[in-house]
């Protein structure tokens, strides 16, 4: 998607938004041939000029559909390597990417990396309602009507708010003794699946994020993968589906 002027400039160490949205308003920034004041001007491949110094374009802005093995933090921390960074492509390294909505280490699955706060913010505000859907293994027995309670919102220790409704879908136990589940929430909050799983009785095992919105995780694409999304699969990201 085309980036806006003063991200560009900003992300390329020109300032901070509103010391890049004074460079342009003095004048000194050319688009094309002309002097361009205007710092939310899109920017669709023209040649971008400070004081007559040629800025390299290069990628101005991405948007990546991931497929997060298990295993990888999403940090910055080097600390805590190996890190959902490790996987991204060196073209996007100048690129100020985050995932919009984490997993943890021991969660697979989609994720989507992005330079765009408007859509990190867009896929995490809990008023847009963008279901995540949840593929779930766990141990024990879960409590009666697990799944009403889920539909109402639970009060979950230290959160001064219940969840938001979720779709809690069970399923046939298995063979191996641990029981599978599905379940979609609206909201995303710290390690909210594996807390509302305990809360109502079972220990998760195995946890993988297989939808957000109406994007599929695509089956063509292995963990430890990585590729652009399409303007199309963007859009898909806020339609609603069912389970």
Do not use: W
């Not at 971008?48 to 933090?73: C, M, Q, S, W, Y």
């Amino acid at each position: 998607m085309p980036d806006r002027l003063d991200a560009f400039l900003s992300h390329r160490g020109f300032g901070s938004r509103s010391q890049v949205r004074e460079l342009v308003r003095s004048g000194k920034v050319t688009v094309g041939d002309a002097i361009c004041r205007d710092q939310a001007r899109h920017l669709r491949g023209e040649e971008v000029r400070v004081d007559g110094v040629l800025i390299e374009t290069g990628l101005t802005a991405a948007t990546l559909l991931v497929h997060k093995p298990l295993g990888l933090a999403c940090s910055h921390d080097p600390g805590e390597a190996p890190l959902l960074e490790d996987i991204i492509p060196e073209d996007y390294a100048h690129l100020p990417m985050e995932p919009a909505g984490r997993l943890d280490r021991d969660t697979s699955g989609l994720l989507i990396v992005t330079s765009s706060g408007d859509l990190i913010h867009s896929l995490t505000n809990p008023r847009r309602h963008i279901a995540k859907r949840y593929r779930i293994a766990y141990s024990g027995r879960l409590s009666a009507h697990a799944a009403e309670r889920c539909a109402k919102g639970m009060q979950l220790e230290d959160d001064p708010k219940p969840t938001l409704p979720a779709r809690l879908i069970l399923e046939t136990p298995r063979l191996d003794g641990l029981s599978t589940a599905t379940l979609i929430l609206h909201e995303g909050r710290y390690h909210q699946v594996r807390r509302m799983i305990a809360a109502l009785g079972g220990e998760v095992t195995a946890l993988h994020r297989d939808r957000i919105g109406g994007l599929d995780l695509p089956r063509d694409l292995p963990p430890g993968q990585v590729r652009e999304l399409s303007e199309v699969e963007q859009a898909s990201l806020f339609v609603e589906q069912g389970a």
